[in-house]
Each structure stands twice: as C-alpha cells, then as structure tokens.
C-alpha cells in the first residue's frame, strides 16, 4: 500500500528550495516511497506569497537557508496565511537551538537532506495532524454553533411569551370596540389594531417555532401560512437590493409533513438565494398545484432567483455530503433538505444557468384536506347571565376577559392564581364554567382543575393554552368535561368557546 493510503489522497506539495537538483530528489524520494503527490517550486517570498494565496496547498516543506530567503521567514508567512498548513524544514545543516525555534514557531518536523529517510512518514505524518486538528476545529465550531442555538432557544422562549401577552389586548380591544359602536372609523380602526397585534403574535410564534421546533410530526400545513411564517422570518435581514415575492397560484393548498422541518427547508434555500444575488435581484416563493407522468396530482413548491447561477460541476455536487461552496459552510444544508422532502415522499427537481440564475422544485404530496376556509365571525353568541370565573396571572389578559365576557352577558368572578380561585369558590359558590390559563404560576391548571372537583364544581373548563407548553391530556384525565383556546386570543374565538362549552354542558344536563 502506498505510504500515505486513501485516507491522504493526492497532495499538492510546495517546495521552498533554491536549489533544482535539491528539489527534484525530494520528489523523487517521495513518489518512490509512495506519496502520490504534485509539487511546486518557489524561492523566493513573492513566489511563496502568490502560491499560498491564490493556489491549493496540502503542506510546505522549504529549505532553512537561501540567497535572499531565510526558511524562518517561509514559516512566519505560511502561518499568517494559513496558520494550521503543515510545515516541514528540509534543510543541509540545522543546529540543535535552530531546530527547537522552528518546532516552537509551528513547524511540524525538521529533515537533514543527507538523511532523509524519515522525509515521506514525516510528510504523511504532518497531513494526518493537520487535517485531525481541522477536522477537531470544526467539530467545536459546530458544538459551540449547537449550544449558541440552544441559547437562543432558552431567549426566543421567554421573548415570545412576554411578547404575546403585551400584544394580546391588540387581538382582544378590537373585537370590544366594534360591539360598543357602529360608526364604520372605529370599525376601521380596530382591523387595523387587530391586524397589527395578529402579525405580531404570528412573527413571536415562528421564531418560537422555529428555534424549537414543531412539536407534532405531521400536521396539516396550509402553504400559505408556511409562506408567510418564512415571510416574516426572512423580511428582517433582507439585503435592500434583494426582492421578495410569494404567490399561490390556487387556493386552499395544503401538505402534510412537519411545519418546522419545511420552514427550515424554504429557509435554507431562499438564504441559498440571497446570497447567490450579491448585486441584488429577485426572490420568488411560489407555490402551485401540477400533475405527475402518472397523472397523480402534486403540490409543486418552486423557490426561484435571479443570481449568479452553478455550473455544471458544482450541480452534480449540490447534494453531495460535505461539499460547499462557502468559505464557512458545512456542506450539509442541501443535503438536511434533500432527506426532509424524500422524507415526505416528494422530490427536488433543480434547474440553474451561470449568470442567469437558478430554480428548485420541490414535488410534494398534496393534503387531501380540501381547501382550508376561514372561520365566518359572524354574529357573536350572548350570554344569559351564567356564571363564568376567570383564572389568569396576566392582570391585562384578566381584565380585559372580564370586560369582554360581562359585556357579552355572563357574571364574572375573576382570581389572579389557584389559590385565589378557591378562596373566591368557598365563599361566594360554584361557578358554571371556568376560563383557566395553563400558565399559571405555584398551582397549574390541573391541579386546580382537580380541587375545584374536589368542591363540587362539575361544569365545564375552558383551558387557555401557551403554544409553548402545550396541555397533557394525562394530566387532565380525571378533569372532566375540557376546552382547549391556544394563545394569543381573539375575542370572538372566546365568546365562541364559552358559549359552545355552556351548550354542550346542558344538553348533557338536560333529562332524555
């Protein structure tokens, strides 16, 4: 077996050598014993300074003295350019105090040219460490990448919830301020808050989302919410010259798959994008219905821009482990999106000419759903003066859930915690149905839910649920008759639920 093996591949070796016949018995003696190698020749420090910049170079092995060049001086460059290249001293005479200062300024090993026996293990010797110690930087690099996202998962957690509890009165005032008046300018005026607090509350909820990560496997994704998540996520660091569009040519297209992974796909393809438009350009998400050779109908995801293209080389690698062509890239972008849309049973078809731009397709399985239709508000239920008691810690959300659910007719009690709730059911009496957040501090919902049992309460219980930590239906077993809202809340949602739970409980009340 050759002396350097598969693992080392053919090297591009440089020379530092003044002399001609000195280097080509240093080649010889290498491919003799095996090195499967090319090799330059420099002797001087413009020549050393253009090969170490513009061409390839696997290790430097340079003479200690030349006319005009000093060896030291070879080293001292190689490591500012490329501080972990291997470096080996060939020389005709190095002093024992000469040798330690090259070993100590980073040279890998030093050669006697009249005995240079250990020259080929002590080249393949110095590859194996260098590329070892590359390989272990990127390791930490990526480790250090991994607990910074982590980070950032712990930061996006507490920021989304603080976030959605300071925009949520911009989901619930609207909805008050159009049952209290008719003139059309308030009417206008509360879409306007309730659009702002809505597309807030949504930007809060994918970033959460997206550090986390969806919690269900598969859902029913509507693209259009797909889009819009990637919208929000992309519109904040895209460069001015860049534009972005997004079209759904069909409605109510939708997939099944996990929404997160299909986020961080579109995502990794539409950065992709930018940043092959260094000059600027456009972006486009589209999404459309197609059909297959065999006639099966697909739902066809195209992510489109006008940057500077691949060549034919570069698209034969594009899914390749570990190919990049980013001086910081790992190589595994393209390849976490080839395995999530063949995951889904689809396929990413990729179309690209140099200076024009490039396009992936990505063919997917289409929902069987049918299309996703808004919810029609319509008239809001009233109530008839059932009682309602209202458990939350958020003063803001509290008072304005009273506000709103007295205006709609019921007789509220309300309590900012557990402990609250009970005292208020111990002395003024059961209640008829409860609003409860699940994130409530010292005593959860649960455990409420259970003492309130406990004291005779059997109606139903409306539970409002953080996205981020969601209800455990084991927790809730014993609970009795449950309603799930997922935060942030819109009012109609609210008046609709109560409304809904109080039905059910008295037709299941009422005699057969």
Excluded: W
Aim: hydrophobic share 45%; aromatic share 2%; glycine share 8%.
């Amino acid at each position: 077996m050759p002396l350097n093996g598969p693992a080392l591949g053919h090297l591009q070796i440089l020379l530092v050598e003044d002399s001609a016949e000195d280097a080509e018995l240093i080649c010889d003696m290498l491919e003799q014993a095996g090195v499967a190698a090319s090799f330059q020749r420099v002797d001087d420090e413009d020549g050393l300074v253009e090969v170490l910049s513009s061409g390839r170079c696997d290790i430097v092995l340079s003479d200690l003295s030349m006319p005009g060049f000093c060896g030291m001086r070879a080293l001292e460059l190689v490591r500012e350019l490329h501080p972990r290249m291997p470096f080996v001293f060939v020389s005709g005479t190095i002093g024992e105090e000469m040798a330690v200062q090259a070993l100590q300024q980073g040279a890998a090993d030093y050669i006697l040219k009249h005995s240079p026996g250990r020259l080929p293990s002590a080249v393949a010797r110095a590859v194996r460490e260098a590329r070892s110690e590359a390989e272990r930087a990127r390791v930490e690099a990526e480790l250090m990448r991994a607990q910074r996202l982590e980070s950032m998962s712990l930061i996006a957690a507490g920021l989304s919830h603080d976030l959605r509890n300071i925009l949520q009165p911009l989901l619930i005032v609207p909805d008050l301020l159009k049952t209290r008046s008719d003139d059309p300018r308030i009417h206008q005026l509360a879409d306007v808050i309730s659009e702002c607090g809505l597309r807030g509350s949504e930007m809060a909820e994918s970033m959460l989302s997206f550090v986390r990560g969806s919690r269900r496997s598969s859902e029913r994704i509507e693209v259009e919410r797909l889009f819009n998540a990637v919208d929000l996520l992309l519109r904040g660091s895209l460069p001015s010259k860049v534009e972005l569009h997004t079209e759904l040519k069909g409605s109510g297209l939708a997939l099944d798959g996990n929404f997160t992974e299909l986020q961080q796909v579109l995502l990794n393809l539409a950065l992709n994008a930018i940043q092959a438009m260094p000059e600027g350009g456009r972006l486009q998400l589209l999404a459309e219905p197609v059909t297959d050779v065999d006639g099966c109908a697909q739902l066809c995801i195209r992510v489109i821009d006008t940057g500077i293209g691949m060549p034919s080389d570069v698209m034969e690698r594009l899914f390749s482990p570990f190919f990049t062509t980013k001086a910081t890239g790992t190589g595994l972008g393209l390849m976490s999106c080839k395995r999530i849309i063949e995951g889904l049973q689809g396929s990413i078809q990729v179309t690209s000419q140099v200076g024009e731009g490039s396009q992936f397709d990505l063919l997917l399985p289409i929902s069987g759903g049918g299309a996703v239709r808004s919810e029609s508000i319509g008239d809001l239920p009233v109530g008839n003066g059932q009682a309602v008691l209202v458990v939350d810690n958020i003063a803001t959300r509290l008072s304005l859930l009273g506000n709103a659910l007295s205006s709609q007719g019921y007789r509220l009690s309300m309590a900012s915690d557990g402990a609250g709730a009970l005292h208020h059911v111990q002395q003024h009496g059961l209640p008829e149905a409860v609003v409860i957040d699940t994130a409530l501090p010292l005593m959860p919902a649960s455990q409420l839910l259970r003492e309130l049992r406990a004291l005779g309460f059997s109606g139903p219980a409306l539970l409002l649920e953080d996205p981020a930590q969601p209800v455990d239906p084991a927790a809730l077993a014993d609970s009795g008759p449950l309603h799930c809202l997922r935060k942030p809340l819109e009012m109609q949602h609210v008046f609709r639920a109560v409304d809904a739970m109080l039905a059910e409980a008295a037709n299941a009340s009422a005699p057969a």
